[in-house]
């Protein structure tokens, strides 16, 4: 299947299944002479990994990384990284009633659609699993970023209809709480929410928000390049994402130009600055060295208890209740998955802005 690989420089492509041998990732592109071993990758995996909580699925795996390749004396050497993580909990059995119908929210019947065959074991490469492998990459490319000074708050903004207060806005909060919620308030109004809805046989949805700080003005390319494209392609490909927004997103169509521009203003210690960031950091396309903004929406996990209406590949209709482990609401993981995902797009546009003036060009060969 076509569709495995993102990046131009820094290039990844991730293989395997949810209920595979084992799920990797192949990194293209990282620059030679980077520290590196598993111990800059595992906090991050450790982020996304199940069977934290309540709030996710009770497999058990410790998703423990080994660097097959492309590190040599504890530096990257310029050639192809390989990582890999291992399945070691998986239960096919719990997925072989399945094989017979297509369930509601899933890529079951989109599958055999297009390819007439589908590996129904936790579905395969539409599992969510399958964003383990982009951990890996994007915590290399966080490596990378921060050394330059480029970091990166990653969060749960809302759950359901109950979102954090920014009055009350913690950072410290967010690895306080299993739902990683800047607002201890609200996590806990979050967290009792779930539980109800678990109860329920029911599922929920969410938004993951994130700050990037300290990205240079220039990157990205006008038109079909845009920075904040390129950023809504890399979170739209996260599984159970709906919907992406830029700074004020969905809410600057109820905005006027006057109410939803930057001004800018200047001054021998900042430079040229903006006033505000309705912008969300990126204007045509390109970085504007303000903070970046994004937020991903999650729709809620499709496997429930709860009977739903659907069909089976005899063109029967029928009821069905999704057996099996499955994360009552994905967001809490995924906060670490849309980092990974920036991460690795703001470095790709990092290195392709390098070429983009001709005193660049000279500066870096002379």
């Known amino acids: 299947m076509a569709g495995s690989t993102y990046g131009t420089i820094f290039r990844i492509s991730t293989w395997g299944e949810s209920h595979g041998k084992a799920i990797g990732v192949v990194i293209d592109g990282c620059p030679a002479g980077l520290e590196l071993d598993e111990t800059d990758i595992q906090p991050f995996l450790n982020r996304r990994k199940p069977g934290q909580s309540v709030f996710s699925t009770p497999r058990s795996e410790d998703d423990a990384v080994e660097i097959l390749s492309g590190v040599f004396e504890g530096k990257t050497t310029g050639t192809p990284i390989s990582m890999i993580v291992y399945n070691k909990s998986q239960q096919s059995r719990d997925y072989s009633e399945i094989a017979s119908y297509y369930r509601p929210g899933h890529a079951d019947y989109t599958f055999d659609a297009?390819?007439?065959?589908?590996?129904?074991?936790?579905?395969?490469?539409?599992?969510?699993?399958?964003?383990?492998?982009?951990?890996?990459?994007?915590?290399?490319?966080?490596?990378?970023?921060?050394?330059?000074?480029?970091?990166?708050?990653?969060?749960?903004?809302?759950?359901?209809?109950?979102?954090?207060?920014?009055?009350?806005?913690?950072?410290?909060?967010?690895?306080?709480?299993?739902?990683?919620?800047?607002?201890?308030?609200?996590?806990?109004?979050?967290?009792?929410?779930?539980?109800k809805m678990t109860e329920e046989h029911n599922s929920v949805g969410g938004c993951v928000e994130g700050i990037i700080k300290g990205v240079p003005a220039g990157l990205g390319d006008t038109v079909f390049e845009k920075l904040d494209a390129n950023l809504a392609k890399a979170l739209m490909s996260i599984g159970a994402v709906k919907c992406v927004e830029i700074g004020d997103g969905i809410n600057v169509s109820k905005m006027t130009g006057s109410e939803n521009n930057d001004g800018f203003s200047f001054t021998e210690e900042t430079g040229i600055q903006k006033n505000s960031n309705h912008a969300g950091g990126i204007l045509g396309g390109m970085s504007d060295g303000s903070d970046i903004k994004i937020r991903a929406s999650f729709k809620a996990t499709p496997s429930i208890l709860k009977t739903q209406q659907t069909v089976n590949k005899n063109n029967e209709n029928i009821e069905v209740s999704i057996k099996g482990r499955h994360d009552p609401i994905v967001v809490p993981r995924a906060v670490v998955v849309v980092e990974a995902m920036a991460a690795i797009t703001i470095l790709d546009a990092l290195l392709l802005n390098m070429t983009s003036t001709i005193d660049g060009i000279k500066k870096f060969y002379q």
């Open 114 to 195: 297009k390819y007439g065959f589908r590996d129904y074991r936790g579905g395969g490469r539409s599992s969510g699993r399958e964003t383990t492998a982009r951990v890996a990459a994007g915590a290399v490319a966080i490596k990378i970023l921060n050394q330059l000074g480029i970091t990166f708050t990653t969060y749960t903004q809302s759950i359901g209809n109950i979102a954090i207060d920014y009055n009350a806005f913690d950072e410290q909060e967010i690895f306080n709480n299993k739902l990683y919620m800047p607002d201890a308030n609200a996590a806990s109004k979050a967290a009792d929410y779930v539980i």
